[in-house]
């Protein structure tokens, strides 16, 4: 499963920004802006007493909460199914065959998992059976005890409704209904599909099963469908079998034994493309129109192969591997063994891969093939052991194939995922036993923090240990549950040192260390001292952190010694030897901690910093530090970073520039305008010159447009020439409207016009927008219309409110027409006292049909994320 904070919740909430926070010291670890949360309740406050508590300890009756492992009695051994669809009510016709032998003492009753079934019939080995079903579970009574030497087979006969019943869902997986009809009637503008999403514990809305993570089957499914569509699951396809009625029935195998909530199945109109590593088939299925893009939206898919099995020590250890995109998806990727399922987001063209590569996602979800498919962790509260290390993939790749700057600014975004939410008030251990829904679990612990600290244990015991351990613990739990003492004792084992104390400290308690450091230099004994203090609280983590850490000690000439040193005590008095004062001394030189700094630094030193150290924490650090300043050295950092090897690093330097008259800048930002390597690069500098406001740019911008393949480099340069001269926009754009990946930037130039002639565009185009480009659109067509007469909006409220009551259209489509509803909203209250008394009317009461609007589409929205975003919109 691909990270909770997926694109749809930052589409939602906004980006998140990060900032230094500055007292009498600097926090050098980078600090989120909390983020408004939606309203959920008034409180009274006027009625709020604080009294000192009096009252005597009050002694527990109850032990505290332990989410256990689920207890497995019955272990089933293979799963088959045979399934075919209702399209019209969206329900699966299903008969499972589920083969079952005790996992020790003899039982005489099995429990499955079946949510909201229709069940016609329940036979044990060909004979009738006895059971009880209350809609979330059958409890099957057994003719006889079965041992662990025996074996059973039980038939069921269903009908499963996954739209029926209770549904929740969390920020990673936003609905769980298991099984998903999309456009099951045809008449919608996008493609007929069904897909499956088990986890956590959805696919028993689909077949009967245990549906915990510490079982395991191997599994057969026959799925009958119309002829016309593509079948993928697990495994192998061994046949197909086309019947006189127009249908055809597949068959698939899967022969190694995985968790019931990685069995997937996906149907639809697919291309399918077939490459091979290693003599293992690998498949791209992408909507037609992608086909010749097919190699490239799932890029690198057969080096990564290669680079994690030799990482790992073990041969990807599956028949396939295929991957899949999927219409209006729950999440952002799943890791189903053989066959994941990715949401359309990463399904795009040549051009806008240029922009965005899916390497990261690809990787993730790869990674997991070895961790939490081959070993699967046993229970949710241990999801880290899946999730920490897919997420650890995405820097291990990085560092393969771009290097170790690209790496470690991934590190870093995972790093203020993490203290964001820290921030927010979530803290829990990363084996955490007391969540209260395990839907919980999927956040930035187990994924960001999990994969911060398996780097943190990579570079305390050295690579050659670590990947070692790694192999060790692959091979001894092969195609087994496993919790975070399994791993330990792997890396014991090779390391021969006692972990505990790092796994004690890092997986089974929680926070982080917050430092303290004061630097001094003694010139007279020729050593530099560091008085180091935690100072997290100790009521919320523990109060001393065992640290070991790097510190780098540089001279003038930027001459630098690395020392190896342990924190072990809340406060900490440490000197290091220095002939002369250091010019720099940098506290955890390897950017190897999860830790927040807190440092007094001068410009001089930032400035050093950034020009000796080579590691890219530590060039962005000091860069955030100087570009605060209007210090001569600030503009010195600028101009030496706009030649940084790493892209966001060139990026902050263009958006730091404020003097465009240093001798030399205009040239340098023009020049990386039009040639540097990174689109987002060239986007920053295009709007840097743009916002200069110089006419004698326009003809630069339109050089641009004409000859670059970026959409962003494309649309950045049209919303500068936008903001220079509309005409002159305007006069071009139309020669860019067949193109649907640049639909959102035309839209841009005619938003900016404020002329109402450019409504049909919009209305003409929007059946043919999903996805982040229905969300770009009509956050475009919501600006336009908030900026014209009453009489051009009043119309288009009905339109909109349609779009956001469509439950089986594109939840970023929905919710974008309702925010331009509320863009709307609030911009004709801007303007309420403006014009005359009858307009002023007609302003009051197209801002009463809104608010009605909005409060049916929250009243009938399905999505609780959707709903939580309504109540807020509502309330302010």
């Known amino acids: 499963m691909h990270k909770p904070v997926n694109l749809l919740v930052l589409l939602l909430v906004g980006s998140f920004f990060f900032t230094h926070c500055h007292t009498t010291k600097h926090m050098v670890a980078d600090q989120p802006v909390p983020v408004e949360e939606p309203i959920t309740l008034q409180e009274d406050l006027d009625t709020l007493t604080v009294t000192a508590d009096s009252s005597e300890p009050v002694e527990p009756n109850d032990l505290p909460l332990y989410r256990a492992t689920y207890n497995r009695t019955a272990d089933l051994l293979h799963t088959k199914l045979d399934v075919r669809f209702d399209w019209d009510n969206q329900f699966v016709i299903g008969k499972a065959d589920l083969d079952f032998t005790a996992v020790f003492t003899p039982i005489d009753q099995v429990t499955l998992d079946a949510k909201n079934f229709d069940i016609s019939a329940i036979t044990l080995n060909n004979q009738p059976v006895q059971y009880h079903y209350d809609e979330q579970q059958i409890v099957i009574n057994l003719d006889r005890p079965y041992g662990r030497l025996d074996t059973f087979?039980?038939?069921?006969?269903?009908?499963?409704?996954?739209?029926?019943?209770?549904?929740?869902?969390?920020?990673?997986?936003?609905?769980?209904?298991?099984?998903?009809?999309?456009?099951?009637?045809?008449?919608?503008?996008?493609?007929?599909?069904?897909?499956?999403?088990?986890?956590?514990?959805?696919?028993?809305?689909?077949?009967?099963?245990?549906?915990?993570?510490?079982?395991?089957?191997?599994?057969?499914?026959?799925?009958?469908?119309?002829?016309?569509?593509?079948?993928?699951?697990?495994?192998?396809?061994?046949?197909?079998?086309?019947?006189?009625?127009?249908?055809?029935?597949?068959?698939?195998?899967?022969?190694?034994?995985?968790?019931?909530?990685?069995?997937?199945?996906?149907?639809?109109?697919?291309?399918?493309?077939?490459?091979?590593?290693?003599?293992i088939p690998v498949q791209y299925y992408v909507e037609p129109e992608y086909e010749p893009y097919a190699r490239e939206i799932f890029n690198h898919t057969p080096e990564m192969l290669d680079y994690f099995s030799n990482l790992t020590g073990i041969h990807y250890p599956w028949p396939k591997f295929s991957q899949i995109i999927v219409r209006d998806y729950v999440s952002g990727a799943m890791e189903n063994t053989t066959a994941v399922v990715f949401g359309d987001f990463i399904q795009k063209n040549d051009r806008e891969l240029m922009d965005e590569p899916n390497d990261f996602i690809v990787a993730h979800e790869m990674f997991h093939h070895w961790f939490g498919d081959y070993v699967t962790c046993e229970s949710w509260s241990n999801l880290t052991l899946n999730e920490g290390f897919a997420n650890y993939a995405e820097y291990l790749w990085n560092e393969h194939k771009y290097g170790e700057d690209e790496a470690d600014f991934s590190r870093l975004n995972e790093m203020n995922g993490y203290l964001n939410q820290m921030s927010m008030g979530g803290a829990h251990p990363l084996i955490d036993f007391t969540y209260a829904d395990k839907e919980d679990m999927f956040d930035a612990h187990s994924y960001n923090k999990g994969g911060l600290v398996l780097h943190m244990l990579r570079r305390y015991l050295g690579d050659d240990v670590f990947f070692a351990a790694l192999h060790k613990y692959l091979v001894d739990h092969a195609l087994q549950p496993v919790e975070a003492h399994d791993l330990r004792l792997a890396c014991e084992a090779v390391s021969g040192q006692d972990l505990n104390w790092f796994f004690n400290q890092w997986f089974f308690n929680q926070g982080h260390p917050v430092l303290s450091i004061d630097k001094k230099y003694d010139a007279e004994n020729h050593v530099v001292s560091l008085d180091v203090e935690q100072i997290q609280d100790p009521q919320a983590s523990p109060a001393i952190f065992k640290l070991p850490v790097t510190i780098d000690v540089y001279d003038a000439s930027g001459q630098m010694k690395r020392?190896?040193?342990?924190?072990?005590?809340?406060?900490?008095?440490?000197?290091?030897?220095?002939?002369?004062?250091?010019?720099?001394?940098?506290?955890?030189?390897?950017?190897?901690?999860?830790?927040?700094?807190?440092?007094?630094?001068?410009?001089?030193?930032?400035?050093?910093?950034?020009?000796?150290?080579?590691?890219?924490?530590?060039?962005?650090?000091?860069?955030?530090?100087?570009?605060?300043?209007?210090?001569?050295?600030?503009?010195?950092?600028?101009?030496?970073?706009?030649?940084?090897?790493?892209?966001?690093?060139?990026?902050?330097?263009?958006?730091?520039?404020?003097?465009?008259?240093?001798?030399?800048?205009?040239?340098?930002?023009?020049?990386?305008?039009?040639?540097?390597?990174?689109?987002?690069?060239?986007?920053?500098?295009?709007?840097?010159?743009?916002?200069?406001?110089?006419?004698?740019?326009?003809?630069?911008?339109?050089?641009?447009?004409?000859?670059?393949?970026?959409?962003?480099?494309?649309?950045?340069?049209?919303?500068?020439?936008?903001?220079?001269?509309?005409?002159?926009?305007?006069?071009?754009?139309?020669?860019?409207?067949?193109?649907?990946?640049?639909?959102?930037?035309?839209?841009?130039?005619?938003?900016?016009?404020?002329?109402?002639?450019?409504?049909?565009?919009?209305?003409?185009?929007?059946?043919?927008?999903?996805?982040?480009?229905?969300?770009?659109?009509?956050?475009?067509?919501?600006?336009?219309?908030?900026?014209?007469?009453?009489?051009?909006?009043?119309?288009?409220?009905?339109?909109?409110?349609?779009?956001?009551?469509?439950?089986?259209?594109?939840?970023?489509?929905?919710?974008?027409?309702?925010?331009?509803?509320?863009?709307?909203?609030?911009?004709?209250?801007?303007?309420?006292?403006?014009?005359?008394?009858?307009?002023?009317?007609?302003?009051?009461?197209?801002?009463?049909?809104?608010?009605?609007?909005?409060?049916?589409?929250?009243?009938?929205?399905?999505?609780?994320?959707?709903?939580?975003?309504?109540?807020?919109?509502?309330?302010?």
């Open 563 to 876: 020392h190896q040193v342990v924190i072990d005590q809340r406060k900490e008095h440490l000197t290091l030897p220095a002939e002369t004062e250091p010019a720099l001394v940098v506290f955890d030189g390897n950017d190897d901690l999860v830790m927040v700094k807190m440092e007094d630094k001068s410009l001089e030193e930032y400035y050093n910093q950034y020009r000796f150290h080579t590691r890219y924490v530590h060039r962005a650090e000091a860069l955030d530090h100087l570009f605060e300043s209007d210090d001569p050295l600030a503009l010195k950092a600028i101009t030496a970073a706009l030649d940084d090897p790493h892209w966001s690093l060139r990026k902050r330097a263009v958006m730091a520039i404020q003097d465009f008259e240093q001798p030399g800048l205009k040239d340098k930002l023009l020049a990386m305008a039009e040639n540097d390597p990174k689109g987002e690069v060239r986007a920053t500098a295009i709007e840097k010159i743009s916002a200069s406001g110089d006419r004698n740019y326009i003809k630069t911008l339109k050089e641009i447009i004409k000859k670059a393949k970026s959409y962003q480099v494309i649309g950045a340069a049209f919303q500068g020439l936008s903001e220079l001269d509309n005409t002159e926009a305007l006069a071009i754009v139309d020669e860019y409207k067949d193109d649907p990946g640049l639909l959102p930037m035309v839209a841009n130039v005619y938003a900016d016009t404020d002329n109402p002639q450019y409504i049909p565009f919009f209305t003409d185009h929007l059946t043919e927008m999903d996805g982040v480009k229905a969300f770009d659109f009509l956050s475009q067509f919501g600006r336009l219309l908030s900026n014209l007469p009453v009489t051009d909006m009043e119309p288009n409220v009905s339109l909109l409110k349609g779009i956001a009551l469509d439950n089986e259209g594109d939840i970023y489509k929905r919710f974008a027409a309702t925010k331009a509803l509320f863009d709307m909203r609030n911009a004709l209250k801007d303007r309420k006292s403006e014009g005359t008394m009858d307009e002023q009317k007609q302003t009051d009461a197209l801002i009463e049909k809104i608010k009605v609007a909005m409060k049916d589409i929250y009243a009938k929205e399905e999505s609780t994320l959707l709903r939580n975003q309504y109540f807020y919109m509502l309330n302010s």
């Open 153 to 279: 087979t039980l038939h069921i006969e269903y009908v499963a409704k996954p739209n029926e019943g209770e549904q929740g869902g969390s920020a990673a997986i936003n609905q769980d209904k298991g099984l998903y009809f999309i456009n099951p009637s045809g008449k919608k503008n996008k493609p007929q599909q069904i897909w499956t999403q088990g986890e956590t514990e959805s696919n028993s809305r689909w077949f009967p099963t245990i549906d915990k993570p510490n079982e395991r089957s191997t599994e057969e499914i026959y799925v009958t469908v119309q002829d016309r569509f593509v079948t993928l699951s697990n495994g192998v396809k061994v046949s197909s079998e086309k019947h006189e009625d127009g249908t055809r029935t597949d068959y698939w195998k899967m022969d190694i034994p995985h968790s019931p909530y990685l069995f997937m199945l996906a149907v639809g109109d697919f291309a399918v493309v077939t490459d091979h590593w290693d003599g």
